[in-house]
């Protein structure tokens, strides 16, 4: 199937799994063309013979790796291809490190680092050069709630999304692009099954499904929305998250370490 002019295309990050999966599957619902990116070039391709049997839609399979200068550059060659213009960025691909950040090799949180900051800036970056020439778009940053709080590289990442699509969203609006950090809480996906976190350290009524995530993100962001927060209670939780003095927010007190 060939993509007509007046229709939409999306590209989506780490779009196999999760998230990513979820975002992929509302747009195609909603008639958008699909480009998606993640590692694995046979999930990729399982995946997208589903949507495009489900939803009548075509579906591009893009395999890169995003912590990689060569996987970026094929993501950020697609995304400034104006004869083939996207309409929807989707920055979804992420990692989560379990253990804390001194016993981490440091290589593990450059790519931690590189994946959910570095890689996000130069996709922006390449999706605005033609969404500004076109005088329209939209791009997704999905974030998380953690980024009002304290805990670590990862909320510290998540932090730089939510404060660089802040100033986006205001930067480019006139200019026709929406651009929105999606910020859930936790959610029922492979993330934390990948980190080996314990999901019972997590109360049931905080876990959300990724349908509602992706629902309301999408919705947040067609409305120009620079922030979305699912759900009524993580709205409360990050409100306080932002109030609340730091030592409170940055998990149980460390114990000193002994050289």
């Given at each position: 199937?060939?993509?007509?002019?007046?229709?939409?295309?999306?590209?989506?990050?780490?779009?196999?799994?999760?998230?990513?999966?979820?975002?992929?599957?509302?747009?195609?619902?909603?008639?958008?063309?699909?480009?998606?990116?993640?590692?694995?070039?046979?999930?990729?391709?399982?995946?997208?013979?589903?949507?495009?049997?489900?939803?009548?839609?075509?579906?591009?399979?893009?395999?890169?790796?995003?912590?990689?200068?060569?996987?970026?550059?094929?993501?950020?060659?697609?995304?400034?291809?104006?004869?083939?213009?996207?309409?929807?960025?989707?920055?979804?691909?992420?990692?989560?490190?379990?253990?804390?950040?001194?016993?981490?090799?440091?290589?593990?949180?450059?790519?931690?680092?590189?994946?959910?900051?570095?890689?996000?800036?130069?996709?922006?970056?390449?999706?605005?050069?033609?969404?500004?020439?076109?005088?329209?778009?939209?791009?997704?940053?999905?974030?998380?709630?953690?980024?009002?709080?304290?805990?670590?590289?990862?909320?510290?990442?998540?932090?730089?999304?939510?404060?660089?699509?802040?100033?986006?969203?205001?930067?480019?609006?006139?200019?026709?692009?929406?651009?929105?950090?999606?910020?859930?809480?936790?959610?029922?996906?492979?993330?934390?099954?990948?980190?080996?976190?314990?999901?019972?350290?997590?109360?049931?009524?905080?876990?959300?499904?990724?349908?509602?995530?992706?629902?309301?993100?999408?919705?947040?962001?067609?409305?120009?929305?620079?922030?979305?927060?699912?759900?009524?209670?993580?709205?409360?939780?990050?409100?306080?998250?932002?109030?609340?003095?730091?030592?409170?927010?940055?998990?149980?007190?460390?114990?000193?370490l002994v050289p």
């Amino acid at each position: 199937m060939t993509t007509r002019a007046n229709e939409l295309t999306a590209l989506v990050t780490g779009a196999t799994a999760g998230l990513g999966a979820e975002f992929a599957r509302q747009l195609a619902e909603s008639g958008h063309h699909l480009v998606l990116v993640a590692r694995d070039e046979e999930r990729l391709k399982a995946k997208a013979e589903v949507l495009e049997r489900d939803f009548s839609i075509s579906v591009e399979v893009l395999p890169a790796d995003l912590t990689t200068d060569v996987g970026v550059s094929a993501v950020e060659d697609r995304l400034r291809d104006a004869a083939r213009p996207v309409d929807v960025l989707v920055n979804n691909a992420g990692i989560g490190l379990l253990k804390a950040f001194e016993k981490n090799e440091l290589a593990e949180e450059v790519r931690h680092l590189r994946l959910h900051v570095q890689t996000p800036m130069e996709l922006c970056h390449a999706a605005l050069e033609v969404m500004l020439a076109r005088g329209k778009g939209r791009i997704i940053n999905v974030a998380s709630v953690a980024a009002f709080a304290n805990r670590g590289t990862y909320s510290a990442a998540k932090a730089w999304q939510v404060t660089f699509s802040r100033w986006a969203n205001l930067a480019y609006a006139a200019s026709g692009v929406q651009i929105t950090a999606v910020c859930p809480g936790f959610t029922h996906t492979e993330f934390h099954d990948r980190m080996g976190m314990d999901k019972s350290v997590a109360p049931r009524f905080l876990w959300l499904t990724a349908e509602r995530v992706v629902r309301e993100g999408l919705a947040d962001n067609i409305r120009g929305k620079a922030v979305s927060i699912p759900t009524r209670r993580y709205k409360v939780v990050s409100f306080f998250a932002r109030i609340l003095p730091a030592k409170l927010t940055s998990g149980p007190p460390r114990r000193p370490l002994v050289p």
